[in-house]
Nanobody, 123 residues
Framework: QVQLVESGGGWVRPGASLRLSCVVTGRAFADLNVGWFRQGPEPDRDREIVTTMNWSESMISYADFVDGRFKISRDNAKNTVYLQMDRLHPGDTAVYYC??????????????WGRGALVTVSP
């Protein structure tokens, strides 16, 4: 059974940094494309892609709202994917979900989800 477990969420002030981690167990991590999504607290807010990275790290993408503030990385030896978030602002407040797709899969149909980590940015 594949499990994705996030950690590192919490409350920070605007302008601060936070690093999320996601440990993946249950299958070969090196064969997975990985990414982060988020869903804000507003009732009509959909889950949105933050960033994705393919299995070979040759393709990385970020949502426009990232604007150079976040960085995704992975450590295959630790089966872990990270999201470094800098210059956070209140609009980044959301539950952040780790996600994974098989090497030949598509982000339009995520194979595996974590339970989410809450990030709150407020004065």
């Amino acid at each position: 059974q594949v499990q994705l477990v996030e950690s590192g969420g919490g409350w920070v002030r605007p302008g601060a940094s936070l690093r999320l981690s996601c440990v993946v167990t249950g299958r070969a991590f090196a064969d997975l494309n990985v990414g982060w999504f988020r869903q804000g607290p507003e009732p009509d807010r959909d889950r949105e892609i933050v960033t994705t990275m393919n299995w070979s790290e040759s393709m990385i993408s970020y949502a426009d709202f990232v604007d150079g503030r976040f960085k995704i990385s992975r450590d295959n030896a630790k089966n872990t994917v990270y999201l470094q978030m800098d210059r956070l602002h209140p609009g980044d407040t959301a539950v952040y979900y780790c996600a994974a797709v098989r090497k030949d899969g598509s982000w339009s149909s995520v194979d595996y989800w974590g339970r989410g980590a809450l990030v709150t940015v407020s004065p």
